[in-house]
């Protein structure tokens, strides 16, 4: 039996807009053993549960699909077990664990495994974006840049100090991926990129020196949270929010969770928060957490013969 583990991640961080990404402790973890038939089972708890498929079209198995597919080997028959702690659908990035997961999986399967920007561009073909998918599997905080819609993929990681604690509020009410893409325009005006890039540079370099001496000002962005903000109550304000232990406070991927980053006073940031929703009727949950450096792991239990 394989067993994988794929953390939760957050894309964009404001600023830096399908272009960075920090992995989470939290986790997908995926059991998968081969079978001697061509039958395909599958189970799922945790987060997410009854939503998930339970069939071809399941993330995990159109990673692991896609990666025979490359390999050219066929996909054999497989009972797959799934247990998530990942929230569905708030921008915690479940789709780019599932998929990060399956190509791992198929990568054991198969003994062929592919480098990592390869892989990499793997999960972005099918995920739509390197950003998520690529701290998925490094860990860490990644910045990441694909050369061709299904080609290999560029990275570089940051390893996330433990201190950081990361803050992520989830209201109660959906908020699509699809409707959150759909409000994006199709052009920038040049302010407003000029004011992204600065920030995001700012973000990467106080990453990579190595001190992650943040500012809230170092996330601000101009080309996707106002927008977003506009299709939940409550989401506007939670990225005003002021509070001298905020070092800053982002929308995490599309949405509709909002993460806010601190050393301390993170109970304070929390019910803060959780009150901007509140104030509009809105439920909403919170989690703490904190990095997760490793990324992806993998472990082989028993032999890896069909039962």
Known sequence: MLEVTVPATSANLGCAFDCAALALDLDLMVAATPLLTPDLELSCQGEGADVIPRDAANLVVQGIARLHAWAAVPTPGLRIDLRSAIPVGVGLGSSAAAIVAGLLIGAELSQQRPDDATLIGLAAELDGHPDNVAAAYLGGLVVSAGRSPSGPVLTRKAEVPPDLEFVVVIPDRPMPTSKSRSVLPDTYSRADAVHNLQ?????????????????????????????????????????????????????????????????????????????????????????????????????????????
Not at 250 to 272: C, D, H, P
């Open 199 to 307: 920030r995001a540079a700012l973000l990467v370099a106080s990453a990579f020196s190595g001190d992650f001496d943040f500012e809230p000002e170092f996330f601000a962005d101009r080309w996707h949270q106002k927008q977003r903000a506009e299709l939940m109550p409550g989401l506007g304000e939670c990225l005003e929010l002021a509070h001298p232990a905020l070092l800053g406070i982002f929308l995490s991927g599309a949405g509709s969770g909002v993460m806010a980053v601190t050393r301390r006073a993170g109970s304070e940031i929390e019910q803060e928060l959780l009150q901007c929703f509140h104030g509009h009727g809105v439920g909403a949950r919170a989690l703490r957490l904190t990095a997760d450096n490793q990324g992806a792991k993998g472990r082989l239990r028993g032999e890896l013969t069909p039962s």
